[in-house]
């Protein structure tokens, strides 16, 4: 017998067991039925994520590089995906960034919207670029004759030869500064006169993208995003075909989509494989053929969840980000600077740039990500959920285009109430950090330097640009998800400013350290995520008992806002106490570091004594910070 026969292991000894069977052993081992239901996880539009998938969807979703491409758009594993990083415009140094970016081997270049309106400084930019070898993803804004003409022209004889893709978007635009109703009614028209227009001199480049940042940004969950895409996608293909006169894999052909991708890594690789199905389900339904149902997706780094605070934390951020898009088979990435919203007059930014340069080079070569069809596949779980995705994503389509279509919707206004519902359930769980934002929720560094934000272009460049002054549409709200949190650390860093000092929490412990510890990291770490200063009151003698030491220590150190920390015994035998004998001494607020006690009796005691606020797992965070701080940064008036 062959030795590497004798070493085989005789698989069948072992009796095949079904997962119902194992499932009620599990539920045994957790000590009750149920107990495995309770392992599920409830995500944004109401997705369930079951602890365990054990069954592949019965849907196919085909080979990588054929429909319907839910695997990915090519067959090729060596090329990976692209790198488009933004260039923005920065003066005489957009010329540099553009330089760092080519010797860096960059084979896409994402020209910001503001350079595609500045004729002279983009011609400068493009001047030593090989359109052959580099693609170009132009950021065409609401007015993409203006970007095309500028290309065009900065381009010269290289035009011809030129790919990649100007992103006229006007639903987007529209979405992104607000306009006029006239302008949708002319959207279609438009992206006609950028196809007509891009035809002779720029023949290799999409003319239409369908960009869901604006809608992101407003707060678009990962269905709501699908089906935005969908609805704005079937509207420029009709306009190409109806309107222009192409036929359907030609209109398809001028198509791209780009997508931002955000926290839950799980969740956005498969709103991209999602994306690619339905899309081909559309294209397909319109008559158009294999190769024309792929759709050319880029992803993008989402806006919404990087932080203006501790801003390294954005590069975690950017590799998970990263990392999705491409296991999501993304044909093109950008990935934003860490430092993106931060003034860095120093560097120039080109520290942020590296770093997001890098982030590519690690995942596809050092990672070996770029080398793999299609990673994800063959996980019952990405499968499953991007089956769910796709199901719910088509349903979210059908109920836009029943409503009209996205233009009809923004101009009723019906988008922005739809995603503004999504984004204060969004807040909610920010809020009472269900959702957790490490270095501005979760672990807030006190002891970090102020930062002014530069942000994004905004739509106060459309005047600017001659558009209308009629606004019938409003612009859709921007809000990043650490806004609240961030908001309350720039009114501390502004009594900083004014006083030399942070405004202060007193904490008042009761019992001895083993029992009060674990309430004062919980309450410390709380207040510090609105910068607020926490301070354990200190005994003056070692027999010094609990309440004389917080009220000395508040004659010390005046403070406004205390917190009592300790056990929930200890609370119901003295917290009473404390807490009239710290509103006596002072305080004008005394929170408790726990949760409300269910006795009545007990809860009415704590209200007469002056207790005032709880905090506690699962609370509001916002909220009591709001609270907090009314109260705290209240100093001159109380003086």
Not at 200 to 210: I, K, Q
Not at 275 to 283: G, K, N, S, T, Y
Not at 474 to 492: C, T, V
């Amino acid at each position: 017998m062959a030795k590497s026969q004798q070493n085989a292991l005789d698989l069948t000894v072992f009796e095949r067991v079904d997962f119902a069977r194992w499932r009620a052993d599990v539920e045994a081992q957790l000590g009750g039925t149920n107990r495995f239901s309770r392992l599920r996880s409830r995500l944004d539009a109401d997705i369930v994520l079951d602890p365990l998938y054990v069954e592949r969807p019965a849907f196919d979703a085909g080979a990588p590089g054929a429909p319907p491409y839910v695997r990915g758009g090519s067959a090729d594993n060596t090329s990976g995906w692209t790198a488009a990083q933004r260039i923005e415009a920065r003066g005489d140094k957009t010329k540099l960034a553009v330089a760092d970016e080519l010797a860096a081997g960059a084979r896409a270049l994402w020209l910001d919207e503001a350079l595609c309106f500045d004729a002279a400084q983009l011609a400068t930019a493009l001047v030593e670029v090989d359109v052959q070898r580099v693609a170009l993803y132009v950021d065409a804004g609401a007015d993409p004759m203006r970007a095309l003409g500028n290309l065009r022209e900065a381009l010269g004889s290289r035009a011809a030869d030129a790919r990649g893709v100007i992103g006229a978007d006007p639903l987007a635009a529209l979405a992104r500064e607000g306009g006029s109703a006239e302008a949708i009614d002319r959207a279609g028209e438009l992206l006609g006169d950028v196809l007509r227009a891009a035809q002779s001199d720029l023949p290799a480049m999409r003319t239409a993208l369908v960009s869901t940042a604006a809608y992101h940004d407003a707060g678009a969950h990962a269905v709501q995003e699908l089906g935005i895409a969908l609805s704005v996608g079937v509207a420029y293909l009709r306009a190409l075909v109806d309107g222009a006169g192409l036929d359907v894999d030609r209109a398809a052909g001028r198509i791209a989509f780009s997508l931002c991708v955000g926290r839950d890594v799980f969740v956005e690789l498969s709103k991209l494989r999602a994306l690619r199905r339905l899309w081909a389900r559309v294209v397909q339904a319109s008559g158009g053929s294999a190769a024309a149902q792929r759709a050319h997706v880029h992803a993008r780094s989402a806006w919404r969840t990087r932080a203006t605070r501790d801003p390294w934390v954005n590069m975690l951020r950017a590799v998970s980000e990263c990392f999705a898009a491409a296991v999501g088979g993304a044909d093109a990435i950008t990935i934003a600077p860490y430092n993106d919203d931060e003034a860095d007059a120093d560097t120039d930014g080109a520290l942020g740039r590296r770093v997001a340069r890098n982030v590519h080079v690690i995942l596809a070569e050092e990672s070996s990500l770029g080398h793999v069809l299609d990673p994800a596949g063959g996980s019952y779980y990405v499968e499953t959920l991007s089956e769910e995705l796709a199901q719910r994503g088509w349903a979210e389509l059908a109920r836009l285009e029943a409503a009209g279509g996205v233009s009809a919707l923004l101009a009723s206004g019906q988008l922005a109430r739809d995603l503004g519902a999504t984004a204060e359930a969004r807040a909610h769980a920010v809020a009472t950090r269900a959702h957790a934002i490490t270095g501005v929720s979760e672990f807030a560094n006190l002891g970090e330097a102020p930062r002014e934000p530069q942000g994004e272009a905004t739509g106060g460049e459309a005047a600017a640009r001659g558009a209308s002054a009629a606004i019938d549409i409003a612009a859709l709200p921007r809000r990043r998800e650490g806004d609240d949190f961030e908001a309350l650390r720039a009114a501390s860093d502004r009594y900083l400013a004014q006083h030399g000092a942070r405004p202060a929490v007193l904490l008042a412990t009761l019992g001895p350290l083993r029992e009060h510890n674990a309430r004062v990291g919980f309450a410390r770490a709380l207040f510090a995520a609105g910068g607020l200063q926490a301070q354990v009151a200190a005994p003056s003698t070692a027999d010094a008992d609990d309440v004389s030491t917080a009220v000395e220590a508040l004659a010390k150190q005046p403070a406004r806002v205390v917190c009592i920390c300790g056990s929930d015994e200890a609370y119901a035998e003295r917290a009473a106490e404390l807490a009239r004998a710290l509103r006596g001494a002072g305080a004008a607020l005394v929170v408790l570091a726990g949760r409300a006690p269910r006795d009545e009796t007990l809860a009415a005691a704590f209200a007469d004594a002056g207790v005032g606020l709880y905090i506690h797992l699962g609370c509001d965070v916002v909220a009591a910070l709001r609270r907090t701080h009314d109260v705290a940064l209240a100093r001159e008036q109380s003086a």
